[in-house]
């Protein structure tokens, strides 16, 4: 059988090399020359130590014009041992691999790789070598001369490390062997040398050969590969003809002999659960699905069907899979391609095990079959694979909607968070794992989508179909891409691809104005940056007519062919990139212009597209929470109502605006209040209202923001300008929050609109102040909190103070359970206002009023607020001092200390339920006017502590599930916690030095802590 397939290793060959007459010799790489090196290979695994020995002989064809002075393998499983350059990268880089992370570091002596290398000859003579971790240097015996060919033969041993990544033995799903890299791989030889990165987390390069592999192992093991099973009848395990014998030999082992013509590497898998079922229809290779079947995987019965229709699909909008079959194996980590096959995890829904085996399954034309080097142009691979893939799913699933959406979105983010690096670096060399990710899957993707744009949809399709039918097993770059792309538009197409590749520039164009002038309309538009792109410009008329208008660039010279013949279009004269600006006017229109819009078909990654169309692009959602879009300005509006004992009813409503990933912020309200309702008369109406703007300030870094806040709530007017900086090189991909945040505050009470024991804590008049805030992690869990203000009160009386709170939580496994240590610590000046001053029961009055569920309910009625026992949590344990008087001694003052350890229980993870908590709650402090340090003293019996133990239920709005899209839209319910708690202990809850357990209850309303 092997004569078979080495006559179709020969076919394989001439039909790409006759499939067009611009088609060269398959031994020519880019109209040049490639290396090819052939495999034979015999091993014997071990399954129960899971090592196995191997013989190896590579024919290596120099069909270079070089003379080889050096050879090199890749020893890939040396890279999973502790302290490799791989488990240091991934315990050092910002972002590691969540498969990884630091799991090669704790790896034991049976769980670590190895290929140990026995002996090597060239030629039938020994030859020695050094290893390099992951690399094989080869001191050769004699230099290898252009044309010649040369025989090297090894003996090896190796061992399966546990499975971390792409490749190992028991993986998550309890695999037994997933089998990529396995074997001494000779590196690739090209125009550019040898291609010898150290292993290190990504991406390959191979040349072209045969590979004859024979494989023995433990007879209950089933096993898929890349390549052709030679001898079925003698294995069995499904791949039998059922119209023949079987020839299983004696024994308790197996040997699997696999011959696969003209690829660049071999993966195999094997398990002795595996269910082995092929699936065959008209237009697809032979599907092999090798699984175990339990319930997690019963989708598999319904995978045959989608891969089949996926190869139809490829091979029409593309070009023919090379190969007679494709097997997909249960193994791996996720999803990895090879040659003629692919691992992928198994326990996934519908969308997820087609989703992941459609992208595998396309690598097949670009990984496997125009082999681009993926350590280099790893873009070429994954970028063209989600490409395809978005197209391939659009199809299966019959979806509506723009397939490559989401590939925008996330280029925007990275953009946005300022995390994107240039694409034209090696694979291993990007500071982060995400801005590698988005360079290689979606850049590269966003790539030909953009390029769809400038070309259009039937140059694109045509550039697509030529470049796979050119450049299959060439390992082509992206010059050949790009040449091809030039030559079926009939443009210049350098300047983009060197503007996406090696920069990173972004696009933002805009119209700037329309001015109608009787019927002459006159247009101009703007570039922010020099990244310049071809413009489709879409105008509507009064009378509901069309027009598209195309402004080439200059540097493209030429001009896409019109995609909708159904408007008409005008073609004006190209924009320079050195002009900024671009106007023109048009005439004897028969109709003014009423809108006006840049790409309407949203292939261009504008990084604003508020811009892009006129009029403004605002688009308004009744009782709705605005979902930030890339195209349209979403707001929310809904009407509230309220009342409160001495702001009477409250009338208003809420606008709400947001951009793409929360960018240029907008919350406004307007109340309009009776006063009380005992004396309605006009002179007692008022109005509350709030205005405030938030957006980024890219002047002070990628993560940066300003906000600017105006209003008045319930008879107190504040202002507030801020700005903030998350500090840290890779912003929101830092292991841990950090943020400098700089404030400007007014706040000035002008009426008693709050029941009186919240306005009697209340002084009037104008508090002026700054503060200068860093916060770590996030405080109501584990971070720190430092912030220092200053402020004046009526201008005469100044203040300092500065504040500390910290948090530690410890959580169980599965996060139901958590113990949280909380300390806060404050001082301040005797000359600070009455608002400032610290409660320990209850935060300081401006906390309170700061938070608007608290203030809104506490503020319904004086009566209510004290049989409800409202009370504020402040953040601390000792709520329950709340019931009592506030001029309580040790209870108010400038300075606080205070310690609280709580236990909390999640009886429920999932649902609703999900939203109650459970807790127990200890802590001790003390609040003391005067100095910090001086008047300070340690609990005695003349100076006692304030201290409380108690219980509760918690209930935390944001928890519910899709619960944003209830309280979003509402300044009450936004991140609302209400709890019932029982303070049964409160260590002198009087002036007396009595120990008073009794039982309590109170409703505690504010923040998470």
């Given at each position: 059988?092997?004569?078979?397939?080495?006559?179709?290793?020969f076919?394989?060959?001439?039909?790409?090399?006759?499939?067009?007459?611009?088609?060269?010799?398959?031994?020519?790489?880019n109209?040049?020359w490639?290396?090819?090196?052939?495999?034979?290979m015999?091993?014997?695994?071990?399954?129960?130590?899971?090592?196995?020995?191997g013989?190896?002989?590579?024919?290596y064809?120099?069909?270079?014009?070089?003379?080889?002075?050096?050879?090199f393998?890749?020893?890939?499983?040396?890279?999973?041992?502790?302290?490799?350059?791989?488990?240091t990268r991934?315990r050092?880089?910002?972002d590691?691999?969540?498969r990884?992370r630091?799991?090669?570091?704790?790896?034991?002596e049976?769980?670590?790789?190895?290929?140990n290398?026995l002996?090597?000859?060239?030629n039938?003579?020994?030859v020695?070598?050094?290893?390099?971790e992951t690399i094989?240097s080869?001191?050769?015996?004699?230099?290898?001369?252009?044309?010649?060919?040369v025989?090297?033969?090894?003996?090896?041993?190796a061992q399966?490390?546990?499975?971390?990544?792409r490749?190992?033995?028991?993986?998550?799903?309890g695999i037994?062997y997933?089998?990529?890299q396995?074997?001494?791989?000779?590196?690739?030889y090209?125009?550019?040398?040898?291609h010898?990165?150290p292993y290190?987390?990504?991406?390959?390069?191979?040349?072209?050969?045969d590979?004859?592999?024979?494989?023995?192992?433990d007879?209950?093991y089933t096993?898929?590969?890349?390549g052709?099973?030679?001898?079925?009848?003698?294995?069995?395990h499904?791949?039998?003809?059922?119209?023949?014998p079987l020839?299983?030999?004696?024994?308790?082992?197996l040997?699997?002999?696999f011959?696969?013509?003209?690829?660049?590497?071999?993966?195999w898998?094997?398990?002795d659960?595996?269910?082995?079922?092929?699936?065959e229809?008209?237009?697809?290779?032979?599907?092999?699905?090798?699984?175990?079947?339990?319930?997690?995987?019963?989708?598999?019965?319904?995978?045959?069907?989608?891969t089949a229709?996926?190869f139809r699909?490829?091979?029409?909008?593309?070009?023919p899979?090379?190969?007679?079959?494709?097997?997909?194996?249960?193994g791996g980590?996720?999803?990895?391609?090879?040659p003629m096959?692919?691992?992928?995890t198994g326990?996934r829904?519908l969308?997820?095990?087609v989703g992941?085996?459609?992208?595998?399954?396309?690598?097949?034309?670009?990984?496997?079959?125009?082999?681009?080097?993926?350590t280099?142009?790893?873009?070429?691979d994954?970028?063209?694979?989600?490409?395809?893939?978005?197209?391939?799913?659009?199809?299966?699933?019959?979806l509506p909607?723009d397939?490559?959406a989401?590939?925008?979105?996330?280029?925007?983010?990275?953009?946005?968070?300022?995390?994107?690096?240039?694409?034209?670096?090696?694979a291993?060399r990007?500071d982060?794992?995400?801005?590698?990710?988005m360079?290689?899957?979606?850049?590269?993707?966003l790539i030909?989508?953009q390029?769809?744009?400038?070309?259009?949809r039937?140059a694109?399709?045509?550039?697509?179909q030529?470049y796979?039918?050119?450049f299959?097993?060439?390992?082509?770059t992206p010059v050949?891409f790009?040449r091809i792309?030039?030559?079926?538009?009939?443009?210049q197409?350098?300047?983009?691809?060197?503007?996406?590749?090696?920069?990173?520039r972004?696009?933002?164009?805009?119209?700037?104005?329309v001015?109608?002038?009787g019927?002459?309309?006159?247009?101009?538009?703007?570039?922010d940056?020099?990244?310049?792109m071809?413009?489709?410009?879409?105008?509507?008329?009064?009378d509901g007519?069309q027009?598209?208008i195309?402004?080439?660039?200059?540097?493209?010279?030429?001009?896409?062919?019109?995609?909708?013949?159904?408007?008409?279009?005008?073609?004006?004269?190209?924009?320079?990139?050195?002009?900024?600006?671009?106007?023109?006017?048009l005439e004897g229109?028969?109709?003014?212009?009423?809108?006006?819009?840049?790409?309407?078909?949203?292939?261009?990654?504008?990084?604003?597209?508020?811009?892009?169309?006129w009029?403004?692009?605002a688009?308004?959602?009744?009782?709705?929470v605005?979902?930030?879009?890339?195209?349209t300005?979403?707001?929310?509006?809904?009407?509230a109502?309220w009342?409160g004992?001495?702001?009477?009813?409250?009338v208003?409503?809420?606008?709400?605006?947001?951009?793409?990933f929360?960018?240029?912020a907008l919350?406004?309200?307007?109340?309009l209040?009776?006063g009380?309702?005992?004396?309605?008369?006009?002179?007692?109406l008022?109005a509350?209202?709030r205005?405030?703007?938030r957006?980024?300030?890219?002047?002070?870094?990628?993560?940066?923001w300003w906000?600017a806040e105006?209003?008045?709530?319930?008879?107190?007017h504040?202002?507030?300008?801020?700005?903030?900086?998350?500090?840290?090189?890779?912003?929101?991909l830092e292991?841990?929050?950090?943020?400098?945040?700089?404030?400007?505050?007014?706040?000035?009470?002008?009426?008693?609109?709050?029941?009186?024991?919240?306005?009697?804590?209340?002084?009037?008049?104008?508090?002026?102040?700054?503060g200068l805030?860093f916060?770590?992690?996030?405080?109501?869990?584990?971070?720190?909190?430092?912030?220092?203000e200053?402020?004046?009160?009526y201008?005469?009386?100044?203040a300092?103070?500065?504040q500390?709170?910290?948090g530690?939580?410890?959580?169980?496994s599965?996060f139901r359970?958590?113990?949280?240590?909380g300390?806060?610590?404050?001082?301040?000046?005797?000359?600070m206002?009455q608002q400032?001053?610290?409660?320990?029961g209850?935060?300081?009055?401006i906390?309170?009023w700061q938070?608007?569920?608290?203030?809104?309910t506490a503020?319904i009625?004086?009566?209510?607020?004290?049989d409800?026992r409202l009370?504020?949590?402040?953040?601390?344990?000792l709520?329950?001092?709340?019931?009592?008087?506030?001029?309580?001694?040790?209870?108010?003052g400038?300075?606080?200390?205070?310690?609280?350890?709580?236990?909390?229980?999640?009886?429920?993870?999932?649902?609703?339920?999900r939203a109650?908590?459970l807790e127990?709650f200890?802590?001790?402090?003390?609040a003391?006017?005067?100095?910090f340090?001086?008047?300070?003293?340690?609990p005695?019996?003349?100076?006692?502590?304030?201290a409380?133990?108690?219980?509760?239920?918690?209930?935390?709005?944001?928890?519910?599930?899709?619960s944003?899209r209830y309280?979003?839209?509402?300044a009450?319910l936004?991140?609302?916690?209400?709890?019932?708690?029982?303070?049964?202990?409160?260590?002198?809850?009087?002036?007396?030095?009595?120990f008073?357990?009794?039982?309590?209850?109170?409703?505690?309303?504010?923040?998470?802590?």
């Amino acid at each position: 059988m092997i004569f078979r397939y080495a006559a179709a290793a020969f076919i394989l060959s001439l039909f790409f090399l006759f499939a067009t007459p611009l088609v060269p010799a398959l031994t020519a790489q880019n109209a040049a020359w490639q290396q090819r090196v052939d495999y034979e290979m015999d091993i014997r695994m071990n399954v129960e130590t899971n090592q196995f020995s191997g013989s190896q002989l590579v024919t290596y064809h120099n069909v270079s014009p070089d003379t080889l002075h050096r050879f090199f393998y890749h020893l890939y499983y040396n890279a999973f041992q502790p302290g490799s350059m791989m488990d240091t990268r991934s315990r050092t880089i910002i972002d590691p691999d969540g498969r990884v992370r630091d799991r090669i570091y704790h790896l034991t002596e049976d769980e670590i790789g190895f290929q140990n290398i026995l002996s090597l000859k060239q030629n039938g003579q020994s030859v020695s070598f050094e290893v390099s971790e992951t690399i094989l240097s080869v001191n050769l015996s004699s230099p290898i001369l252009p044309g010649e060919t040369v025989i090297f033969e090894m003996e090896f041993e190796a061992q399966v490390p546990l499975q971390i990544r792409r490749t190992g033995r028991d993986n998550r799903e309890g695999i037994r062997y997933s089998m990529s890299q396995w074997y001494p791989k000779v590196a690739a030889y090209d125009q550019d040398g040898w291609h010898t990165p150290p292993y290190v987390a990504r991406e390959f390069h191979g040349n072209f050969g045969d590979f004859d592999v024979r494989i023995t192992i433990d007879r209950n093991y089933t096993l898929g590969a890349t390549g052709y099973l030679q001898n079925p009848q003698q294995v069995g395990h499904g791949y039998e003809d059922p119209e023949l014998p079987l020839e299983l030999p004696e024994g308790d082992e197996l040997t699997w002999h696999f011959f696969a013509p003209e690829v660049i590497d071999f993966f195999w898998g094997a398990h002795d659960e595996f269910i082995h079922v092929i699936h065959e229809e008209e237009g697809s290779p032979r599907i092999h699905m090798l699984y175990v079947e339990r319930p997690e995987t019963r989708f598999w019965e319904m995978l045959g069907e989608f891969t089949a229709e996926a190869f139809r699909f490829m091979n029409e909008y593309i070009g023919p899979y090379p190969y007679e079959q494709f097997t997909i194996i249960q193994g791996g980590d996720g999803g990895m391609e090879y040659p003629m096959g692919t691992l992928i995890t198994g326990h996934r829904p519908l969308w997820s095990l087609v989703g992941v085996t459609v992208h595998e399954l396309i690598h097949m034309w670009y990984q496997s079959t125009l082999a681009t080097n993926e350590t280099l142009y790893h873009w070429m691979d994954e970028g063209f694979t989600v490409y395809m893939s978005d197209l391939v799913m659009w199809h299966l699933f019959q979806l509506p909607g723009d397939p490559h959406a989401s590939t925008y979105r996330a280029y925007l983010r990275l953009v946005h968070d300022g995390l994107e690096e240039y694409m034209g670096q090696h694979a291993d060399r990007y500071d982060t794992n995400a801005a590698y990710s988005m360079a290689s899957y979606r850049k590269g993707s966003l790539i030909l989508h953009q390029l769809e744009y400038i070309i259009g949809r039937d140059a694109m399709k045509r550039t697509m179909q030529r470049y796979y039918r050119d450049f299959a097993m060439r390992h082509p770059t992206p010059v050949d891409f790009q040449r091809i792309a030039e030559e079926e538009s009939g443009m210049q197409l350098r300047w983009y691809f060197d503007e996406m590749l090696y920069s990173t520039r972004t696009i933002d164009i805009g119209i700037d104005r329309v001015r109608n002038a009787g019927r002459n309309t006159t247009i101009r538009l703007s570039r922010d940056g020099i990244f310049h792109m071809p413009v489709d410009l879409l105008l509507t008329y009064a009378d509901g007519t069309q027009e598209l208008i195309y402004i080439p660039t200059q540097q493209q010279l030429g001009i896409k062919a019109h995609e909708h013949p159904d408007i008409p279009r005008t073609v004006l004269e190209p924009w320079p990139w050195t002009h900024a600006t671009y106007e023109f006017t048009l005439e004897g229109r028969p109709a003014l212009v009423t809108a006006a819009e840049i790409d309407p078909s949203n292939r261009l990654a504008d990084i604003n597209r508020l811009n892009n169309r006129w009029p403004f692009p605002a688009e308004f959602n009744a009782f709705q929470v605005p979902e930030p879009d890339w195209n349209t300005y979403q707001t929310g509006v809904r009407p509230a109502l309220w009342y409160g004992e001495r702001a009477g009813l409250r009338v208003g409503g809420r606008l709400s605006g947001r951009y793409l990933f929360n960018t240029k912020a907008l919350d406004a309200e307007l109340w309009l209040t009776t006063g009380t309702l005992e004396d309605p008369s006009a002179s007692n109406l008022d109005a509350d209202y709030r205005l405030s703007w938030r957006d980024r300030l890219p002047l002070l870094g990628p993560d940066s923001w300003w906000q600017a806040e105006t209003g008045r709530f319930y008879g107190v007017h504040h202002q507030r300008l801020a700005v903030e900086r998350r500090l840290g090189r890779f912003g929101r991909l830092e292991r841990t929050r950090r943020v400098l945040s700089l404030d400007a505050f007014h706040l000035n009470k002008d009426a008693n609109r709050q029941i009186g024991a919240l306005s009697a804590q209340w002084e009037r008049g104008s508090l002026i102040g700054a503060g200068l805030s860093f916060e770590q992690g996030d405080v109501s869990e584990t971070g720190i909190l430092l912030r220092a203000e200053t402020a004046t009160f009526y201008g005469e009386r100044a203040a300092q103070q500065v504040q500390l709170r910290a948090g530690y939580t410890w959580f169980s496994s599965d996060f139901r359970y958590r113990v949280r240590f909380g300390l806060q610590a404050a001082g301040g000046s005797g000359q600070m206002a009455q608002q400032q001053r610290y409660n320990l029961g209850s935060g300081t009055a401006i906390e309170r009023w700061q938070n608007r569920a608290f203030t809104a309910t506490a503020n319904i009625d004086g009566l209510f607020y004290e049989d409800a026992r409202l009370s504020f949590d402040s953040g601390n344990a000792l709520s329950g001092y709340s019931l009592h008087t506030p001029g309580r001694s040790g209870l108010t003052g400038n300075n606080m200390l205070a310690f609280s350890v709580w236990q909390s229980y999640r009886p429920f993870l999932r649902g609703n339920q999900r939203a109650f908590e459970l807790e127990v709650f200890s802590g001790t402090g003390l609040a003391w006017d005067g100095s910090f340090a001086t008047d300070f003293s340690l609990p005695s019996a003349s100076s006692p502590w304030l201290a409380s133990t108690g219980a509760g239920i918690v209930f935390d709005f944001s928890e519910l599930p899709r619960s944003a899209r209830y309280t979003g839209q509402s300044a009450l319910l936004s991140g609302l916690r209400v709890a019932l708690r029982s303070p049964f202990y409160l260590h002198q809850a009087g002036d007396t030095n009595d120990f008073e357990p009794t039982s309590r209850w109170m409703i505690g309303v504010g923040k998470a802590f």
